[in-house]
């Protein structure tokens, strides 16, 4: 029985969707202003991971995902460049989704970009104007946090704090209260803007999220997920926006992704301390970012370092060179024993908050138990095939040796029949300086690319 840590609840809970198997799921998406960072890449592996895991489990999963494609930092960099915002918007996007494609993280049904849903914000407007919870003053239309009683039952606070996504944050003296955010945007010289009953202007950060999962999944729907710099104000705001409006809970499951650090601090474009997921993935395949990011519990801070990567690249070929050994095994009554040992072991771990660490290491052991015996066939290339539905890191597919490559392996092995081993490590180290390896074993030779 799956269950999730629910950050409203800070407390384990059973899995369990608002209606059967249906499950509506809405993850917040990036602001298109500059390349994508490492951080970001991590936090969206793991809520392609959890979507995936889901529909591993019978799941129906509609993955919601906005792109604010209009935003105070994309005004900025388009003033910057000298250029139009929606060029910095569209150019940024077209960098996250090639991104989003080379880290096989596909399981998002929809995005949303917010300019598409102005009508759909301008009606949350209004109707937060109508019921008493919004103000005018001079910049815009402003949310009175002080209306909304339950205001801080996320973050279990309602001050700001230091890793709080606080960039955002619309300062006016006029304000209320201190933590009033802001709706509507009144327009400003040389600033996009929407003409609309609500006068001229464009969406503030909080509103466009509540206006684009009502459009989709109405005032409530099963899980939320993000980071965990979101939960104060952003989420506070969403709860806050939507439930003064429908009068009942948002989210069933609140599911937080925790930071990635750089030399033990959060990673953020603001510091300056940060490598673009395209950096990453011209120094490492997708497979291995994958796995060193999944590999981890999605509630534990990463620490990021070159001896992450070379951790994940190692254990990584550890399981496919057991694939590869696994295609000229057979299934025993011995080896069937362990793997049914092992998948309930793997899926306890996984239904307990999607615990990685250990469910990779019911893995490994069974990695271990079956090289013992070296037994072990079909039975347990079908049981990774179907992990891999989620993980996605593992490679099935049969190496294609080119041909001078195959004829050299071919004259090695009637090297070492012919007891002739110097010129069978010769040959050897003639296929290393091609680019593969050679490992010997007890049925036939099995190579890979270096």
């Known amino acids: 029985m799956l269950k999730l840590y629910n950050t409203l609840t800070r407390k384990k809970e ?22 994508p960072h490492i951080g970001n890449g991590k936090t969206y592996l793991q809520f392609d991971f959890l979507a ?5 489990k019978n799941y129906d999963v509609f993955y919601l995902q906005n792109i604010t494609d209009i935003d105070d930092k994309i005004i900025k960099k388009a003033n910057e460049e000298k250029t139009d915002w929606k060029k910095i918007a569209r150019k940024f996007e077209k960098v996250y989704m090639e991104n989003m494609k080379a880290l096989k993280i596909d399981s998002i049904n929809k995005y949303a970009r917010a300019t598409d849903y102005i009508a759909e914000i301008v009606s949350q407007v209004k109707r937060l104007i109508e019921k008493g919870f919004a103000y005018k003053i001079s ?25 709080d996504a606080i960039s955002r944050i619309d300062e006016n003296p006029e304000k209320r209260n201190k933590g009033d955010f802001c709706l509507w945007k009144f327009r400003k010289e040389n600033e996009p803007y929407w003409e609309t009953d609500i006068n001229s202007g464009r969406p503030g950060w909080h509103i466009e999220d509540t206006a684009i999962t009502e459009k989709f999944f109405g005032p409530q729907y099963d899980l939320h997920g993000g980071a965990v710099d979101l939960i104060f104000p952003h989420h506070e705001a969403e709860i806050a926006q939507m439930e003064s409006l429908s009068k009942k809970p948002l989210v069933k499951y609140w599911v937080h992704a925790a930071f990635l650090n750089i030399k033990k601090e959060k990673m953020s474009k603001s510091k300056g301390n940060f490598m673009t997921m395209e950096e990453l993935l011209n120094k490492h395949k997708p497979e291995v970012i994958r796995y060193s990011f999944l590999s981890q519990h999605y509630r534990t801070p990463i620490e990021f370092s070159e001896e992450l990567m070379e951790d994940a690249k190692n254990s990584l070929e550890r399981i496919n060179d057991f694939i590869l050994k696994l295609k000229e095994q057979k299934d025993t009554a011995r080896s069937g024993k362990i793997l049914e040992k092992a998948k309930k072991e793997f899926e306890d771990n996984m239904d307990d908050d999607l ?6 290491a019911v893995i490994f052991n069974l990695i271990r138990d079956l090289n013992k015996i070296n037994e072990g066939g079909k039975k347990v290339l079908k049981f990774l095939k179907e992990i891999n539905s989620f993980f996605g890191f593992l490679e099935f597919e049969e190496l294609k040796i080119p041909k001078e490559i195959a004829e050299l392996v071919k004259k090695r092995e009637e ?16 296929i290393e300086s091609k680019g593969y390896t050679i490992e010997d074993t007890d049925k036939k030779p099995v190579i890979k690319k270096k």
């Open 14 to 35: 059973i899995f369990k969707p608002l209606k059967d198997k249906k499950v509506n799921m809405f993850v917040c998406g990036i602001t298109p202003y500059n390349y």
């Open 52 to 56: 995936k895991y889901l529909r591993h």
């Open 139 to 163: 910049d815009g239309y402003y949310f009175d946090i002080t209306k909304f009683k339950e205001y801080g039952k996320l973050a279990k606070r309602t001050k700001q704090q230091e890793d």
């Open 355 to 360: 615990n990685t660490p250990n469910a990779l």
């Open 415 to 430: 090297a070492r029949k012919s007891q002739n081993y110097n010129e069978a490590d010769r040959i050897r180290n003639l």
